[in-house]
């Protein structure tokens, strides 16, 4: 019901910075908790950060706290997730994700749509 496209991914060395974005078409975001998921070459797909609809409540990855921060803004229909400090350990694909249910927002097996993903890539 919801397309998500993302972009800003690219390379970057370690320490800097990249901004993504997520743009939503379809349907409004506004009825979606959003969430940023990733996954390296061998790995599973892993949660990154998470926010609720209504209050936009947010949610990181142990791994993230502290350097990454997403956010939406409802009236772009959008989806971001700022990335600072970058570690060469951040590197991946990242996907944005809507999910309709009221499950727990870390599961990637609770989220209903997803973008094709953005590649980013950190450099020592």
């Known amino acids: 019901q919801v397309q998500l496209v993302e972009s800003g991914g690219g390379l970057v060395q370690a320490g800097g910075s990249l901004r993504l974005s997520c743009a939503a078409s379809g349907r409004t975001l506004n009825n979606y908790a959003m969430g940023w998921f990733r996954q390296a070459p061998g790995n599973e797909r892993e949660f990154v950060a998470a926010?609720?609809?209504?209050?936009?409540?947010?949610y990181y990855a142990d791994s993230v706290k502290g350097r990454f921060t997403i956010s939406r803004d409802n009236a772009k229909n959008a989806l971001y997730l700022q990335m600072n400090s970058l570690k060469v350990e951040d590197t991946a694909v990242y996907y944005c994700a809507a999910r309709e249910g009221w499950g727990v927002p870390t599961m990637s097996r609770n989220y209903d749509y997803w973008g094709q993903g953005t590649q980013v890539t950190v450099s020592s």
């Open positions: 926010i609720s609809r209504g209050t936009g409540s947010t």
